[in-house]
């Protein structure tokens, strides 16, 4: 589905991936883990184009994305779900799936009906401007934009930031839902360790723009792994 190979961006001057490599299946989820500046959100605005690639290769479905500007990779297959959802607060929900729809070329109307078949609870909001949506509301609008168009890989970055708890476990079930119904291949950068655990078949652990490690089901479940997070630094020795 996607492969990512020796992928090194940053800012600026600034390096901050350096020589990231991992592939995701179709219908896959995999797991990023890392402390706050250690390139988690990097890698998943590399992967959309948003940040240009100093080095390395993006693939989708064999196809090589390297040149490909941000909208053409949302029309390749990619979809985007930010940090802080970044809906537009002053337009309507129906507003933002409309725009959601021009980014990837596609007929509002049907757009908007794919997205409220995903997410009926939307259709009571449609009016409503996405600045006046609860946290979980607004998470939902923002799956349901990044889902129009049937994408491929959708990229998750902290989708539980800003949601109550009581939520999390719905967000699980009807992402996990997606995944199998759609086969749609999952990349999501979480700090939630039980949203993790909910969703992914393994998790790569990531330090100062490189991947340490490769955690499979059952180590993602032993509960001991939020002290080895907590504690997780360059001295983590490799273990699949």
Request: glycine fraction near 12%.
């Amino acid at each position: 589905m996607i492969a990512v190979d020796d992928l090194v961006s940053g800012y600026g001057r600034i390096g901050v991936l350096d020589g990231i490599s991992l592939t995701v299946a179709s219908g896959e989820c995999v797991g990023i883990l890392g402390h706050n500046g250690m390139g988690k959100s990097t890698l998943l605005r590399t992967i959309t184009g948003l940040i240009p690639a100093w080095r390395g290769h993006v693939t989708l479905d064999g196809a090589k994305l390297d040149r490909m500007a941000s909208h053409q990779r949302a029309r390749a297959g990619i979809g985007y779900v930010p940090q802080g959802r970044q809906i537009f607060p002053g337009l309507s929900v129906r507003e933002n799936l409309h725009f959601g729809a021009l980014a990837k070329k596609l007929p509002r109307d049907a757009a908007e009906a794919e997205a409220l078949e995903e997410f009926p609870e939307l259709k009571r909001l449609l009016d409503r401007p996405g600045g006046a949506l609860s946290g979980g509301e607004q998470q939902l609008l923002a799956l349901a934009r990044a889902l129009t168009g049937q994408p491929k890989l959708l990229l998750l970055d902290e989708p539980t930031e800003g949601i109550q708890p009581s939520i999390v476990q719905a967000m699980i079930e009807r992402i996990g839902d997606l995944r199998r119904r759609r086969g749609i291949a999952v990349l999501l950068v979480e700090q939630n360790l039980d949203f993790i655990r909910g969703l992914a078949d393994r998790v790569l652990m990531i330090h100062r723009g490189r991947i340490l490690r490769e955690l499979d089901r059952a180590a993602i479940a032993d509960p001991s792994l939020e002290q080895e997070f907590i504690g997780a630094g360059p001295q983590t020795t490799t273990s699949h």
